[in-house]
């Protein structure tokens, strides 16, 4: 539930052209590779963990704003924000034509393994998959321009991170891509709670794209019919599927699993 305003007071905004991001992970990220944020808003009497961080990021550059705990509450419509708020650059997603760019340079030393995203639009689901996609050492995670979650805070704020640091690549036509990436070398399996192979009868060695549906509905018609292999969790209980993130998790760490017994 969203913090109900107080009358008369007007809820703040982030400046013109920046994008609110909050969360302890989510600064750790920022400040580790260099970048600081415009403005950082620390919760007056702050522990001293956040205080190193503060710290960190006026040294970059970034100008420091103590506020109240109602103040922080307000600007992230309650989230948890863990005392420590932002205001950065928006993170933007990359176009197709560096996914074919960068394709050919990860050929090299270990086969290409992409993510894909269709229909994913729960930015808690997103910001999930990312973290996992970082932890795996995904080289990429493509999503069509519609019908997908945006980059937001939200999504920076579960990544832990991983949004700023797994490259994002938003396409047009995400059939269309997957028959690209084929023609390139790539193999496409894609996850159908009725298929008939199971997640671990898979060579995920090669260069491989995993494609993971949307809760409920799963992948599109046409995203399905462009994969050459259709596998399955093995469920042994009386639940019928799981969250898209945690499958996803399954999903990528069975093919870390398989690369490192193969290298």
């Known amino acids: ?7 008369g007071v007007k809820a703040p905004k982030a400046p013109q052209g920046l994008e609110v991001v ?5 600064l750790q990220s920022l400040l580790e590779r260099g970048e600081a944020p415009g403005e950082l808003w620390l919760q007056s009497g702050a522990e001293k963990r956040l205080e190193e961080l503060a710290a960190t990021a006026e040294r970059l550059g970034a100008r420091l704003v103590r506020q109240s705990r109602d103040r922080l509450d307000q600007i992230t419509q309650g989230a948890a924000h863990q005392g420590v708020v932002a205001f950065c650059q928006p993170l933007v997603a990359e176009g197709e034509e560096s996914l074919w760019l960068k394709l050919r340079a990860w050929a090299a030393p270990t086969p290409p393994l992409l993510l894909v995203l269709d229909g994913v639009t729960d930015v808690h689901n997103f910001g999930a998959c990312l973290r996992s996609a970082d932890a795996a050492g995904v080289h990429g995670v493509i999503v069509a321009k519609d019908k997908a979650a945006p980059l937001n805070a939200t999504v920076r704020k579960v990544a832990c991170g991983a949004a700023e640091v797994v490259p994002v690549y938003q396409v047009t036509n995400l059939s269309r891509t997957l028959e690209k ?6 193999w496409i399996a894609g996850t159908a709670g009725e298929a008939t192979t199971s997640l671990y009868a898979l060579d995920f060695t090669g260069p491989m794209a995993l494609v993971m549906g949307a809760e409920g509905k799963g992948m599109r018609r046409l995203t399905r019919e462009a994969c050459d292999h259709l596998v ?6 009386q639940v019928s599927s799981l969250n898209v993130s ?3 998790g399954i999903c990528l760490f069975e093919a870390v699993r398989q690369r490192q017994l193969a290298s």
Not at 232 to 237: D, F, T, Y
């Open 1 to 7: 539930m969203k913090p109900a305003s107080r009358r």
């Open 22 to 26: 909050y969360g302890i992970h989510a």
């Open 181 to 186: 990436l084929k023609q390139e070398g790539v």
């Open 232 to 237: 399955k969790l093995p469920m042994a209980g």
């Open 246 to 248: 945690v499958a996803t």
